[in-house]
């Protein structure tokens, strides 16, 4: 049985903002000063209970030499549907006194500089509006932060400088799209509206062929034709993963939040540290170049 496990988990990142006094003008958020005030209150008193969700913060501590912080947000859940199993015993339920619940983390890593936070996409645990929530949860109505997604939009000219590996549309009306550009389009709706459908999916990839792209012109036009406004609300996805030669990336063609990915090593039946991941989320997002490409894209 292998002693350790390998596990990949994806961030996104965001620019932690809020309102200068109105509606419009917009200002970045001081979580450092929410930080301070959060880390004097004792543990119970940082349970909050929003919009249903219950939880709290665990950790706040700096790291990569005090450059950033690493957060750990824990969300509490009394249902538990958790097992202990030995392979010749019965299941047994883990089950809860009233004061206990299942805990699940959402690791944060905020950069003061420019107010941006890299959150860890987590199921079942804190998403990016009930993390929002929860720290407004301690603000008064006229300091309320809200994490604004920082798009790494690509344009249809960078088409022509990146290899295409994988097309995946996504259509949420065949009978309205309208084929301007692509003759592959032209042919997919010609061969959509013969089976008289509404609905369709498209995944175009090469597999595990190597040395292999997706014809380049015809990606530029499929690309074009889906974000054309004639063909608003007829995708409801369109994503292309594109490479440099260096590694591959998912863009997303409507509205691409810049992410990075990490690979973790943890043993089989251990723990994956919340220090361990808010030292390797640092790493990640400085060294890689990431902090360098956000600052571009928020200028």
């Known amino acids: 049985m292998a002693e350790k496990k390998r596990i990949g988990i994806k961030y996104q990142y965001y620019q932690i903002c809020t309102f200068d006094g109105d509606e419009y003008t917009e200002k970045l958020y001081d979580l450092l000063g929410w930080m301070d005030r959060v880390s004097k209150l004792s543990r119970g008193e940082t ?13 706040i501590i700096p790291v990569y030499d005090d450059m950033f912080y690493g957060l750990n947000f824990m969300r509490l859940d009394v249902i538990s549907n958790t097992y202990i199993l030995e392979r010749e015993s019965k299941a047994r339920h883990i089950d809860l006194s009233d004061d206990e619940y299942i805990g699940k983390n959402t690791v944060v890593l905020y ?8 959150v860890q996409c987590n199921r079942g645990s804190y998403g990016v509006h009930a993390l929002q929530n929860y720290i407004n949860s301690f603000n ?36 309205n799209f309208k084929p301007i550009n692509s003759r592959f389009f032209e042919q997919v709706i010609d ?69 990075d990915k990490i690979d973790f090593t943890i043993p089989a039946r251990g723990e994956l540290r919340f220090e361990d991941m808010a030292q390797k989320m640092a790493v990640k997002f400085y060294e890689s170049g990431t902090r360098r490409k956000i600052g571009e894209l928020l200028q």
């Open 111 to 118: 950069d003061e500089k420019r107010s941006v936070a890299m």
């Open 191 to 259: 061969a959509y509206n013969q089976i008289e459908c509404y609905t369709a999916h498209i995944e175009c990839g090469l597999g595990y062929t190597k040395g292999s792209v997706l014809n380049k012109e015809t990606i530029y036009d499929i690309a074009s034709d889906i974000r054309n406004p004639q063909n608003d609300g007829t995708v409801s996805s369109a994503k292309l993963t594109l490479t440099d030669d260096q590694k591959s990336s998912v863009y997303d063609l409507f509205e691409n939040i810049c992410y």
């Open 140 to 175: 008064s109505p006229n300091e309320l932060c809200y994490f604004r997604p920082i798009h790494d939009e690509l344009r249809l000219d960078d088409l022509n400088d990146r290899e295409t590996l994988k097309l995946d549309v996504r259509f949420a009306n065949t009978r």
């Open 47 to 59: 349970v909050h209970e929003v919009s249903g969700i219950e939880g709290r913060i665990e950790n």
